[in-house]
């Protein structure tokens, strides 16, 4: 039996957070594969479900994110399960809108869900770490996390969902590179920044206005070579 866990805050305040996107991902897998409906226990929200071939528990802890691990270590010690079985998802400002990186142990980051699941389960789980972007600056960073997706970011978190949700077997089976690469490959099309270069594009050479480009070159005006405005010339640059 395996534990995936997604992390975020109960509550319809929280629900659209960036802190949410694990609680985000656990819904759609649970939608996409058909899990039991979602019941209490373990502090927790839970879903059962079968990922390829393996019995999966889903769980959304509700004791809010400083204390996902005592919901999650819950689950783990009633089914005599180690550190191994867990799949965590959560959110990830060290990594570009978008992009997934998936990884087993580490250090927690500064993120205080993670920070408690290894205070009650040890680090050695699978981590999806699902990118978020950074605000630029350490004080935004809070703000950040606890607001809500911008209308715009919708165009690929859908597509983002959908495709944890479509590929999760892979993460059961053990599978975490195809894993990435599906997911790669889902986002390529809606121009989401996958890559490690999260530079902006070079800008397109400056295009003169149509006013201009519609205007004919004028030839040079031609210099009279008689007649008073010949004459003045003449005298003006000492001309005979």
Request: glycine residues 12%; aromatic residues 6%; proline residues 6%.
């Amino acid at each position: 039996m395996l534990v995936f866990a997604g992390l975020g805050n109960p509550g319809a305040k929280y629900q659209n957070n960036r802190h949410n996107v694990g609680f985000m991902a656990a819904d759609a897998i649970a939608r996409r594969h058909s899990f039991s409906p979602w019941s209490k226990k373990f502090q927790g929200l839970i879903s059962e479900g079968t990922l390829g071939g393996e019995k999966v528990l889903l769980i959304k802890p509700q004791t809010f994110m400083n204390l996902s691990g005592q919901s999650v270590g819950e689950a783990l010690r009633f089914y005599k399960l180690d550190a191994a079985a867990l799949t965590v998802f959560y959110d990830e400002i060290d990594l570009a809108a978008g992009k997934v990186r998936v990884k087993v142990g580490g250090g927690s980051g500064g993120h205080n869900g993670i920070r408690s699941l290894d205070q009650h389960v040890g680090n050695a789980y699978r981590r999806v770490r699902i990118g978020v972007g950074h605000p630029g600056v350490k004080e935004m960073v809070h703000g950040h996390v606890l607001g809500d997706f911008a209308k715009g970011d919708r165009e690929w978190l859908d597509v983002l969902l959908d495709a944890i949700a479509d590929d999760a077997g892979l993460l059961a089976k053990g599978d975490d590179n195809s894993f990435m690469n599906r997911i790669t490959l889902a986002l390529r099309d809606k121009l989401v920044p996958t890559g490690d270069d999260d530079r902006p594009p070079p800008k397109a050479p400056k295009q003169q206005s149509h006013i201009r480009q519609a205007r004919p070159q004028q030839p040079p005006a031609k210099v009279p070579e008689s007649g008073p405005m010949a004459a003045m010339l003449k005298k003006l640059f000492g001309k005979d």
